[in-house]
């Protein structure tokens, strides 16, 4: 092995780029009022199930049983509006970043979190729609690395169009750069 072409020089930290300073892309305008509806609809479903079994008339309930379920039912009623809120404030907080060699993502209202992948480290990368998003022209692109079962990171809220020009981006930069 010829070690007179390794080198593995120090780096200065104030020459390192700050990820700040990345081209973030802001996700689909349509993607925040629809994950707000999904939040405040989900909210509203668990909160009239929740008041039906407690309000029925078919068998009775007593006391001690119904204050308890008052209690859980108005601390998910109070937790799913809070989701909705935080929701609202954290999906602004949501961008994504292609460069030539890497993809990031961002996310996070309180607890910020930024994940960058390389490209060639992309094992795989899937289109997924649920029938919601379909229906406003969304997509969520999962990526994928070697070594883990779960996905890598997500992004979700992405126009269709994006979506499918970030896939094929990927797909064919880790071709040519595998392949020649």
Known sequence: MDTSTFSNLSIDEAKLPDIEQ??????????MPVNL????ISTLL???????????PFWPIN?????????????????????????RFAD????????????????GLFFRKSITQPILRIQHIELKRGPIERRVGLATLQVFSAGGVMHTFEIPGLP??????????????????NHG
């Open 46 to 56: 668990l909160t009239v199930i929740w008041s039906a079994l407690l309000f029925q």
């Open 160 to 177: 269709l169009s994006t979506a499918k020009s970030l896939r094929q981006f990927i797909l064919q930069h880790k071709d040519t750069r």
């Open 63 to 87: 006391q001690a049983i119904e204050s308890i379920l008052l209690w859980i039912g108005g601390g998910l009623t109070a937790l799913g509006l809070l989701f909705s809120v935080h929701g």
């Open 22 to 31: 990345l081209d973030w892309q802001s996700l689909s305008p349509k993607y």
């Open 92 to 107: 602004p907080c949501k961008a994504y970043a292609l460069r030539e060699h890497d993809l990031s993502y961002r996310s």
């Open 37 to 40: 509806r999904i939040n405040l």
